[in-house]
């Protein structure tokens, strides 16, 4: 019997061999990944665990247990939603509008790298960070330990301290948008690997917006801000809810990153 160290036969050991295993089951960036992949494992036989699972579907950043973020190394476990580059811009424009922010919300955190990402650019401040998974609470508590972060558990607002109403100088909130019969459509590896509760926004992907838009206010500093990432055909209507609940709106757009946020502003 092998050992549990052992390599199978018909692993790949080396380079050439993992990136030959990586295109041919589909992987566009075969490439990166095996050198991630190779530089992540610290054996032959976890390099070859790795590619297994990444040719069985497994998001890469599963595969490795972390995932870049506006340069930090952020880990991700399974069930947790991996955070996308594209968010990344709302980091930039929340230190755009708020560069001395000191109290820092990071609400629908999954893994918490966008609260991370905010308490790492602006120094010393009061993270905190919220999400309905317990798993994305675990993960999160993971990543902002080191920052002196927060992590609350609960709906929304419900899980905060009471004490952090009207203090919040950024409020980031990276909310479900997509459209609940949309959801099919995703890609496979969003699918079958993220919570449905952090993909899923409502049938028109917006219902966690409104919520967040109709509390936001009584939660702001003066001079504080929300932002919440939506879609392009979807910012009418987050404009409007932002609109209704007395918030100065504007909205950010990053063709490259096909990134679109909308920002309010308390009154």
Known sequence: MPSVSSVPPSA????????????????????????????????????????????????????????????????????????????????????ARVPGATVVLDLCCGSGAVGAALASALGRVELHAAD??????????????ALGGHVHQGDLFDALPVAL?????????????????EIGLLPLEARDHEP???????????????????????????GGCVLVETSRRQTPAALAAFERNGLTTHLAVSEELYAHVVIGSGP
């Open 165 to 181: 109403r009207g203090r919040v100088d950024i409020l980031a909130a990276n909310v479900p948008y997509v459209p609940s019969e």
């Open 132 to 145: 309905i998974d317990p798993a994305a609470v675990r993960c999160a508590r993971g990543n902002v330990a």
């Open 196 to 222: 449905l509760v952090a993909l899923d926004g409502g049938a028109d992907g917006l219902d966690v917006l409104r919520r967040v838009a109709a509390e936001a206010p009584r939660w702001l500093a003066p």
């Open 12 to 95: 790949p050991s080396s380079r050439d061999e993992v990136v030959a295993a990586l295109r041919t089951a589909g992987c566009v960036f075969a490439e990166d990944e095996a050198e991630l992949i190779l530089a992540t494992a610290r054996t032959p036989a976890e390099a070859a665990a790795m590619v297994e699972r990444r040719v069985a579907g497994l998001p890469l950043e599963l595969v490795v247990g972390w995932a870049e973020f506006r340069g930090l190394r952020v880990t991700v476990a399974p069930g947790v939603f991996v955070p996308r580059r594209r968010t990344e811009f709302l980091v930039e424009q929340a230190l």
